[in-house]
């Protein structure tokens, strides 16, 4: 019989192979989803895969979508690291997107320079703003942080929608909802001349590198690691764990903040409603694809970037609906998981064999957010 | 306040609490055995999608059903797989799985978007339904929101006075002790994710037959998880679970109400409403964590793999 036996030690090929095993498992599987809707698979997956970077501008499309997902992705990496849950990357780029438009919507009339650092500031401050209210509910509440994340993600839209129907409309717009176009010196500089790809993709790879430094080279990203492995440790050896909590958060919330500012200044340069496509939820598959280090995660945001574009060339080239992007992602997600578990444990025939297992290491908190 | 206002309200309660009913009673018993899943959103958008698809093709809202509840079991077994065998972390798992079924129900639903289906009608019981403001209230419901009282009843007694309910909270305490004395650990988990991914799946059938008869991307709208706050809301007991789905149910009616009475605020606002209140009362209860403590299933979240 199959059985599963733990290893003695990690698996270092299965760590760094898994990423690449999900990815061949999720084409393999396309390729089948293909067949089954009667379409030619090798066509499918090429107007997926390939068809979307095959030219000048479709690269630069790409970097324009990696960006937010780089951003909300290396914030999401100071939290995971810690194994703090923030799920809240989308609400945090939400409210980042409304708070750089308030800002951008005061100095319409202005052309100084100052006037672009100010909005994306506005932006940085509102995502931290929003991320520090689950952070607060975390360390001074003992609330879970999942559900209030993703329960401050459903107010955060609920927030956008309110202004772009409300005090954010364009006065002009008649009656769409969504906010005045924003003057010209509120908008970022493009990176490639001719193309939509702005100097955010910059600040995301640079954010990136950061996170990289904090983790292998300061004291404050070895504290975290330390929470995230033995939060017993951690509180041990005296490290001030809430410090460490409203840290991780601050830069999730910051980070995400400013790629909701970095899209409304960028390719839309309004406030509208479907600001993102899911940009926050998007990017916890980054982290995990991503293994949580910098190079990681750079690579992974292209790959996940890939399957935005993928999934409009899909309804452009082939008449199938854009949702494949969320399919293709889910299953990427789900394979990783899978193939994660050979990381920590090997498949064996003959059970009797099978040596006595240990519990895996188990997570640290329940719903209730209790340490235990 | 006339009296059909408040019977009105309250019958109104009843439905929009009957959704997050069958899914924190189905979630309560997957925690007991101390398995979290938190891909309640993802299967219950599944389970209304196929719940949807089933009942248009085969004309039968019965149908409908037994293909959304098949469609939770599916999803919950692809859980049930990473993070019972494969001994996966329970959190990253269940995102996964709202990840994964949000994908999935939005590509496979996006043909049916804007079809409609003549979802479950009021049944009056006869005689039970003339008895004064209660009546209207609790016997002229649709069959779905019968079958959640009648669920509810179950795991209650289930949980409280049969065997398998003691088995399955042993296991949630300590598999390792119900391992020892002979317990078959895994597939006890594996009941237990499998039910709770029927209730969410027959919840998912309910949005979209009766709730609104219709299927749209997303339409569970957080439910899933406001499903989730709910039973650690109920510190995992059944009759706070019941109690708990109909406040959540009262707080997602609210703009409805207050619209009745002409307030006229801005509607955006006032569908916070529901998150705002998990919020509040996640703080409420954490006010008190031994409470929770004593409570909470010990093994919860722990994956567990026999040593034989």
């Known amino acids: 019989m199959l059985s599963l036996e733990r290893r003695g030690v990690d698996s270092r090929l299965m760590r760094y192979g898994s990423p690449v095993l999900a990815l061949v498992l999720t084409v393999v599987t396309g390729f089948l989803v293909f067949l089954l809707l009667d379409r030619d698979p090798v066509e499918g997956l090429r107007y997926f895969f390939i068809t979307p970077i095959?030219?000048?501008?479709?690269?630069?499309?790409?970097?324009?979508?990696?960006?937010?997902?780089?951003?909300?992705?290396?914030?999401?990496?100071?939290?995971?690291?810690?194994k703090l849950w923030n799920i809240g990357a989308e609400g945090h780029f939400l409210m980042g997107a409304v708070g750089a438009s308030i800002v951008?919507?005061?100095?319409?009339?202005?052309?100084g320079f100052w006037v672009l650092p100010l909005v994306l500031l506005g932006g940085v401050v509102c995502g931290a703003l929003w991320s520090m209210i689950a952070a607060l509910l975390k360390t001074h509440f003992h609330?879970?942080?999942i559900l209030t994340t993703i329960m401050l993600n459903y107010i955060a839209l609920n927030l956008l929608l309110f202004a772009v129907h409300g005090p954010l409309k364009d006065p002009f717009g008649f009656s769409f909802p969504q906010s005045a176009m924003f003057a010209d010196s509120a908008l970022l500089p493009m990176l490639i001349p001719g193309t939509r790809l702005h100097i955010g993709l910059?600040?995301?790879?640079?954010?990136?590198?950061a996170v990289g430094v904090i983790f292998s080279r300061t004291f404050i990203g070895f504290q975290l690691k330390v929470l995230g492995e033995d939060p017993q440790a951690a509180a041990f050896a005296g490290f001030p764990q809430k410090r460490l909590v409203w840290f991780a958060f601050l830069v999730a919330g910051g980070l995400a903040g400013l790629a909701g500012a970095s899209e409304v200044t960028g390719p839309i340069g309004q406030l509208v409603p479907q600001v993102s496509p899911g940009y926050g939820y998007t990017a916890i598959i980054v982290v995990f694809l991503g293994r949580m280090q910098a190079v990681g995660i750079i690579l992974g945001s292209a790959l996940l970037a890939l399957t935005f574009l993928g999934g409009e060339m899909m309804q452009i080239a082939m008449n199938l609906p854009k949702a494949m992007t969320g399919l293709f992602q889910g299953l990427l997600l789900?394979?990783?998981?899978?193939?994660?578990?050979?990381?920590?444990?090997?498949?064996?025939?003959?059970?009797k064999a099978a040596k006595p297992v240990a519990p895996a290491s188990a997570a640290n908190t329940t719903l209730a957010g209790q340490e235990r | 306040m006339s009296m059909d206002l408040i019977i009105n309200i309250l019958s109104a309660t009843l439905v929009a609490g009957t959704p997050l009913l069958l899914v924190a009673l189905g979630e309560l018993i997957c925690e007991r055995s101390g398995v979290l899943n938190l891909g309640q959103e993802g299967m219950m958008l599944v389970g209304a999608m196929a719940g949807f698809i089933g009942a248009l093709t085969t004309g039968s809202l019965m149908w409908g059903?037994?293909?959304?509840?098949?469609?939770?079991?599916?999803?919950?077994?692809?859980f049930a797989l990473m993070a019972v065998t494969l001994a996966a972390n329970q959190y990253a798992a269940g995102l996964a799985l709202t990840i994964f079924g949000t994908g999935l129900s939005a590509f496979v639903g996006s043909d049916y978007v804007g079809h409609t289906v003549d979802g479950f009608t009021r049944i009056a019981i006869p005689l039970l339904s003339d008895i004064p403001v209660l009546g209207p209230i609790l016997f002229n419901q649709d069959l779905l929101v019968y079958a959640s009282l009648v669920m509810f009843v179950v795991v209650y007694v289930f949980l409280r006075y049969s065997r398998g309910g003691l088995l399955l909270r042993a296991v949630g305490e300590s598999p390792e002790a119900a391992n020892a004395n002979g317990m078959p650990v895994l597939l006890i988990r594996y009941l237990a994710v499998g039910f709770g991914g029927a209730m969410t799946g027959l919840a998912g059938a309910y949005l979209s037959l009766a709730y609104t008869p219709m299927w749209s991307e997303g339409m569970s709208a957080g439910?899933?998880?406001i499903a989730l706050?709910?039973?650690?809301?109920?510190?995992?007991?059944?009759?706070r679970v019941l109690f708990g789905a109909y406040l959540f149910g009262v707080a997602s009616i609210l703009h409805l109400v207050l619209q009745g009475f002409g307030w006229d605020i801005s509607p955006e606002l006032l569908a916070m409403l529901p998150y705002l209140v998990t919020i509040i009362v996640l703080v409420l209860l954490s006010s008190n964590p031994t409470r929770t403590r004593l409570n909470t299933p010990l093994s919860i979240g722990q994956p567990y793999r026999p040593s034989r």
């Open chain 1, 202 to 209: 910059l600040f995301a790879l640079l954010a990136a590198v």
């Open chain 1, 334 to 351: 789900f394979y990783l998981l899978t193939c994660d578990a050979f990381i920590h444990y090997r498949l064996r025939w003959n059970a």
């Open chain 1, 54 to 82: 095959s030219d000048r501008h479709g690269w630069a499309e790409l970097g324009l979508k990696m960006a937010p997902l780089l951003l909300c992705a290396a914030g999401l990496t100071v939290c995971y690291r810690a």
């Open chain 1, 104 to 111: 951008a919507l005061q100095f319409s009339e202005s052309t």
């Open chain 2, 65 to 78: 059903v037994v293909a959304g509840v098949a469609a939770g079991v599916a999803m919950s077994l692809l």
């Open chain 2, 229 to 239: 706050a709910l039973v650690v809301f109920a510190t995992w007991r059944p009759g």
């Open chain 2, 223 to 225: 439910r899933g998880w």
């Open chain 1, 143 to 145: 609330c879970n942080e």
